[in-house]
Nanobody, 126 residues
Framework: QVQLVESGGGSVQSGGSLRLSCAAS????????IGWFRQAPGKEREGISC????????HYSDAVKGRSTISRDNDKKMLYMERINLKPEDADVYYC???????????????????WGQGTQVTVSS
């Protein structure tokens, strides 16, 4: 089973940028669509972006569209999320997870299982 570990979060000022990373171990990423999720305290985790196993198809939620770029490197077993023009409302814990490819194609980001890592915290100051 593929295990995913997030990193790259940090504290930035409003308008700043970050590159989030997701490292895979325990298997190949080649057959998995992967998604990014975020969760604010007291709120449900929401899917914000996904990418097909080949990287040829991507989707972004309206909340992050235009300010995010998802990418992957299957050889390195890595997934990335470039966030730019960050706003205070982007301050969340970010997670990566395997998602349903068919749903990703339908612009729905839904995790396949409930195995979550520790996430990476993003803080945005105004």
């Amino acid at each position: 089973q593929v295990q995913l570990v997030e990193s790259g979060g940090g504290s930035v000022q409003s308008g700043g940028s970050l590159r989030l990373s997701c490292a895979a171990s325990g298997g190949t990423l080649d057959y998995h669509a992967i998604g990014w999720f975020r969760q604010a305290p007291g709120k449900e985790r929401e899917g914000i972006s996904c990418i097909s196993n080949s990287g040829g198809s991507t989707h972004y939620s309206d909340a992050v569209k235009g300010r995010s770029t998802i990418s992957r490197d299957n050889d390195k077993k890595m997934l990335y999320m470039e966030r730019i023009n960050l706003k205070p409302e982007d301050a969340d814990v970010y997670y990566c997870a395997t998602v349903w490819l068919r749903l990703c194609h339908s612009k729905v980001v839904r995790n396949i299982d409930e195995h979550w890592g520790q996430g990476t915290q993003v803080t945005v100051s105004s």
